[in-house]
């Protein structure tokens, strides 16, 4: 067989080539460190990747999410060792008939100085379920029983309401704000100036309610510089005190510069291929035979991905589920490892034939398959879609690689049902184990399809188990039904193909003190850093 296009190994090699170049061009690249950048005072400067913030509608979120910037809290909190809290609910019951019962913590001022209390809280809950719900109720389902208590009511059987209320989409907000282009929250930091696509800047809240976790620095300036490489210059430069997300592809070599420390949070989040199985029209129905799918899964070499690509910044992924959010999930699967001899055996037992150039071939059509990357931006994941789609077409699998880096063009795309497989990064913002099966490929969720995804579905059996996982009062059936859901969604059904397990990583010049990651980066504060 001829050798094929393209290597996985001269795309790695590419990658790192280009990262070593631009660190020597730093003194050339108009990053130079100058006294007109700096951190006067209590100043912290954080480099960021793109811009996401919707600020119109329900989605509108502006300094809460993707991009935390501590302006905003939810009724419970997330701790970075996947607690459950209190924070602006002091307590909660499960009162019967599918209601939940929530008392506020009394005293707490929004930034305008106005009191937290219920009619606040519902109408920030109804924002949410109004845009994309996590839970199964509707604005009519919350209900303001007196001014420190809310009631909600789900409309069957769901019992993690409490886990989906850490999601910081569930922020409170003042309703005399605009979640859009004024968020009036009840945060450590308060909004002061928003230029889309050039600078967040937040100031410390002096009447925040909490004093053992108010802000340590006076302000916070988050930059936006989409750019991994040159996010990693300006801190390299001084012109950014931290950066976050670090490019994993580069945080090895990033670790070994003088004055700078790479911190990194037990995984959290994965990459994996999602298979388009349901409603596809030919030629994009190709992964519904699941012989191909598993096929794919052993012509990824992970192994090599985690100790080359990410110099060991990951780790090998054999389920949708990190070990530290749910171990259990990841020791009961059986997953995929490296096997070219098993690639050739189910295409083969498919119905293909590998043709004269290495490529396998049915019908006279090749086996030709399109990937589209654009969640996250198609320029944060880079250049692990060029390296999936090299290591297939090292086994003989053509791909044609779709790249956007607009969210919504890209979900407008996906729509379209042209594709076979997406490859995204997906990360566990809430402690409930049905949260990413249930809102990505389950008909069973809130919106009666999945909430992102119309062609990834699973099957009926993987249904039954995430319902299992939502309605479960007893936490050991609640795991019992995420390992059976994970089983076969990877080694029976094979509707993904995990690919690693990623870490949050921030990396921060030396003088900056108190730098804690959390493991859901939309989750991360910042208070307790400082120079």
Known sequence: ??????????????????????????????????????????????????????????????????????????????TPDFQIV???????????????????????????????????????????????????????DIRVVDKYTIEITTRWDFRR??????????????????????????????????????????????????????????????????DGSTRILALQAGQVDLITPVPRENAAALA????????????????????????????YDTLTDPRVRKAINYAIDRETIVEQIYSGFAEVAKTLTPPAVLPEVDAGVEGFAFDPGRVAELLTEAGYTRGADGFWQKDGEPLSLTLVSGFPPASIIKPLPEVIQAMLEDQGIRVRLVEFDDIGAYYDYVDTGELHMVIESGSWNMPDPSFIPFGLFCSCNTEGEAILYKRFWINEAFEQEVMRMVAAEDRAEVVEAAVRAAQIMVDEFTGVGPIAYIPNLIAARDEVQGVVVHPAAVHQRWTGMGK
């Open 86 to 140: 209190p924070w602006l609910a002091t307590s909660w019951e499960y009162v019967g008939e599918n209601t939940w019962r929530f008392t506020l913590r009394q005293g707490v001022k929004f930034h305008n100085g106005d009191e937290m209390d219920a009619e606040a809280v519902k109408w920030s809950l109804a924002k949410q379920q109004r845009f994309q719900p996590l839970f199964p109720a509707g604005e009519e």
């Open 1 to 78: 067989m001829r050798r094929l296009r393209s290597s996985w190994k001269w795309v790695v090699r590419v990658s790192g080539a280009l990262f070593l170049v631009l660190v020597g061009l730093l003194s050339l690249s108009g990053l130079e460190r100058t006294a007109a950048v700096g951190h006067p005072g209590g100043e912290l400067v954080i480099g960021v990747a793109k811009d996401q913030y919707r600020l119109e509608g329900d989605a509108a979120a502006l300094g809460v999410y993707p991009l935390n910037a501590n302006i905003t809290e939810t009724l419970v909190r997330l």
């Open 256 to 283: 070994g510069q003088p004055g700078i420390t790479v911190y990194q949070a037990p995984a959290n989040a994965y990459y994996a291929l999602y298979f388009a199985t349901k409603d596809q029209v030919p030629p």
């Open 161 to 226: 309401v409490v886990e989906a209320l850490t999601h910081p989409s569930y922020a409170i907000y003042s309703p005399k704000g605009d979640p859009g282009r004024n968020p009036i929250g009840t945060g450590p930091y308060r909004l002061v100036e928003y230029r889309q696509n050039e600078t967040l800047v937040v100031e410390r809240f002096a009447d925040y309610w909490n004093p053992e976790a108010a802000a340590r620095m006076d302000r916070l300036v988050f930059r936006f510089i989409p």
